[in-house]
């Protein structure tokens, strides 16, 4: 990075700065309470809840873990993003209206109030970790790796750093937080759509040997250096050890296991979504403050944003893989094509492209560590450690809790004590995520929309997800071989080892209907009548005439996607 670079990031710095501590100000007057400091008050607008939902969202798992998936897998990987589209569309139509009508502020306050306390304790203590140990980590580690790789700075420092900044925001509640995060979803998507045109630009000049690329021209070479990478469904490939069979054949396997075809799409990749979306502290937080209007326009634009993601996050990854293909970049591995793209970015705009990849990761921390210091102070100090504590203790508390937390993860990164960089960072969340959300959307699902379901069952279905999770991924094939009439197991090499695994997204769909089952065989055999029930009335499903429009415009753009590229 030259002056220049670090002139454009300072600017972005010192405007997030300046008007998240404008914004804390503003509060600062009367005493902040659980309700301000957690939820915003209920101030955020719509286009503040859309842009705050990107802004989490998209962070190193996209930027470097999905780059990378584009580099090794392709276009197919983009299913996650344009999946959400759909899914943030069922949120806003049939969740949302549920936790709002019902007060919720929480997820495990949902869980007492449908199930019981045990039910939502369990669940707290499960997310507190898996938001420390797996989201924490992966975005403090991927983020630092990309941003040292690109600058040359220390590894651990930059960690220090974005430590360092997302605390500044964190602490001031999620209205700093919602607000700060518009300016850093505009900054992610103009830095993000700079690197892409450059990188396409690129690929034009190196690939095609022409003087002044083009971007247009870049992607049509990008289709035709690299057709494979452009195929939304791949082909199940012949066989359980195809990967014996060719180089080529080993690669579409590994290819296969992370985004297994059309099948994904009946299994793993909508529970994935579902229950990210809809069944997640980390994401609902931003609109549980809201009225229902705003909460569903503020969804509704968030997923329309969604749709854009891919070319921001894995189009660097394909053309990564064509100028790495022909010689012309070095990628050392998947998770560092993202950053060898922006090693050739002009002098400005590296440093622009250097603060869209920290406002990704600066808001995912900040959003983050809010959600975990919400479930902390809100589910656990409240309601068994100091019941009555006052307002100002609970802020205080919840505080202590976000700078606790983020040096845990900080613990646990430094030295990649997890192993995050050897799974891969996108496969590594979206994995062990995975072995507990079957059993927690299975528990919301029906918690929602069948009266009789009953705690009992919701707090079976918590383990046996979990289990049947971990027993499918590291079990299964070694117990009953790779080919049965429940799942396929496929065989492929990596790094002179064979690994032979059932895809975590089919695993991840086996343990759901699994669990599913179990849960309503369970309330069938308890009372038909259910007090803790939830009252559903239909008119809370009403969807306004602009959202109905909002809808159909993202539901046939995704429609002409996969028909372009199926």
């Known amino acids: 990075m030259q002056v220049q670079d670090y002139i454009v990031f300072l ?13 804390y ?69 049939w969740f949302i209206p549920i936790y709002l009508k019902n007060k919720i502020f929480t997820m495990p306050q949902f869980l007492t109030k449908r199930y019981n306390s045990t039910v939502a304790l369990v669940m707290a203590i499960f997310w507190l970790f898996l938001y420390v140990f797996v989201n924490l980590t992966s975005i403090l580690y ?28 964190t602490l001031g509640g999620m209205k700093v937080i919602g607000f700060t995060d518009v300016i850093q979803v505009a900054v992610l ?22 003087d002044s690329g083009s971007a247009i021209a870049g992607f049509k070479t990008l289709m035709r250096e690299a057709p494979e990478h452009f195929k939304l469904i791949l082909d199940r490939p012949e066989g359980t050890a195809a990967a014996s069979a060719s180089e080529a054949a080993n690669l579409h396997v590994q290819r296969y296991v992370i985004v297994p075809g059309i099948a994904m799409y009946f299994a793993g990749q909508w529970i994935v979504n579902l229950n990210y979306w809809g069944c997640n502290q980390y994401i609902t937080q931003r609109a549980l403050g809201a009225d229902l209007k705003t909460a569903r326009t503020g969804i509704l634009f968030a997923g329309f944003l969604k749709l854009f993601m891919p070319i921001i996050v894995m189009l660097p990854g394909i053309a990564a893989y064509v100028l790495h293909k022909g010689g012309h970049l070095d990628v ?3 998770d560092s094509a993202y950053s060898a793209v922006l090693q050739f ?45 006052s307002e100002k203790k609970l802020v205080n508390v919840g505080r202590i809790t976000i700078i606790v937390s983020l040096l845990i993860a900080l613990f646990f990164t430094l030295n ?19 072995f507990i959300s079957p059993g927690v959307f299975a528990m919301f699902l029906l918690g929602f929309f069948w009266k009789r379901t009953t705690g009992t069952a919701a707090l079976v279905g918590i383990v046996l ?63 038909k009548h259910n007090p803790k029930g939830l009252e559903i009335d239909k008119s809370m499903f009403k969807v306004a005439p602009q959202h109905i429009i909002m809808i159909v415009i993202t539901i046939m753009i995704i429609f002409a996607l996969y028909a372009k590229f199926w």
């Open 332 to 334: 050392a591995g998947k």
């Open 25 to 93: 100000r503003k509060k600062k007057k009367s005493e902040m309470s659980t309700h301000d400091f957690f939820l915003a008050e209920g101030s955020l607008t719509w286009w503040a809840i859309g842009a705050s939902l990107i802004a989490s969202n998209i962070s190193a798992e996209q930027f470097i873990g999905m780059s990378g998936e584009g580099f090794f897998v392709g276009i197919a990987v983009a299913a996650y993003e344009w999946v959400a589209a759909i899914a943030l569309i069922i949120i806003a139509v």
């Open 416 to 434: 990649d004590t997890l192993g995050i960089g050897g799974e891969g960072g996108f496969t590594f969340i979206q994995k062990y995520t995975g």
């Open 345 to 389: 970015l002009p002098v400005g705009l590296k440093g622009l492209a250097v603060a869209a990849l920290t406002a990704a990761i600066v808001a995912s921390l900040a959003g983050k560590a809010n959600s975990i210091s919400t479930i902390f102070t809100l589910d656990i100090y409240k309601n068994y450690l100091k019941k009555d504590a």
């Open 142 to 169: 991927l983020g630092a790796m990309a941003i040292s790789g690109l600058t040359g700075y220390n590894l651990q420092a930059i960690m220090v750093i974005l430590l360092i900044m997302s605390l500044l925001i």
């Open 465 to 527: 997800g979990f289990v049947l999770s971990v027993f499918f991924n590291e079990f299964a094939v070694k117990i009953f071989g790779a080919e049965t009439w429940l799942y396929t197991a496929f065989e492929y090499t990596k790094n002179g080892k064979t690994f032979v695994e059932i895809p975590f997204l089919i695993c991840m769909g086996l343990s759901f209907f699994i669990t599913l089952i179990t849960m309503i065989a369970i309330s069938l055999a308890g009372p």
């Open 11 to 23: 600017i972005y710095f010192v405007i997030v700065a300046t008007y998240g501590i404008w914004i």
């Open 189 to 210: 998507i103009i830095g993000g759509f700079a690197t892409v045109w450059l990188a396409l630009q690129m690929v034009d000049k190196n690939i095609n040997g022409v």
